[in-house]
């Protein structure tokens, strides 16, 4: 099992940028492909962000190319999306999700029903 806690969510003006975490506890991440998604009100949950176990390659949204970033540090069991040049429409609940490695089958980094452990999800809303 793996426990994935996402922080640093908050409320930003149009423009700003945020810095958002996910910690994991009870394996390593090292194991894992992660993926950031995000879901809006009334809205389905969609991609943003995804880096293999390695770190490398990684993979983004075109709605956020060029302004995120996805990292991570397997020796603080932490990954992270830089978001920078926020928009009103980046405004949703973020969340990370963790795909082990391990399973069979090709990698499909914006499939949400890849990921085998999800977090709760931390806010962020851009003001215009």
């Known amino acids: 099992q793996v426990q994935l806690v996402e922080s640093g969510g908050g409320l930003v003006q149009a423009g700003d940028s945020l810095r958002l975490s996910c910690a994991a506890s009870g394996r390593t991440l090292s194991n894992y492909d992660m993926g950031w998604f995000r879901q809006a009100p009334r809205k389905e949950r969609e991609f943003v962000a995804a880096?293999?176990?390695?770190?490398?390659?990684?993979y983004y949204a075109d709605s956020v190319k060029g302004r995120f970033t996805i990292s991570r540090d397997n020796a603080k069991n932490t990954v992270y999306l830089q978001l920078a040049s926020l928009k009103p429409e980046d405004t949703a609940v973020y969340y990370c999700?963790?795909?082990?490695?391990?399973?069979?089958?090709?990698?499909?980094?914006?499939?949400?029903?890849?990921?085998?452990?999800w977090g709760q999800g931390t806010q962020v809303t851009v003001s215009s």
């Open positions: 999700a963790a795909r082990d490695r391990t399973g069979s089958g090709s990698y499909i980094p914006e499939n949400l029903y890849e990921y085998d452990y």
């Open positions: 880096s293999s176990w390695r770190g490398r390659p990684t």
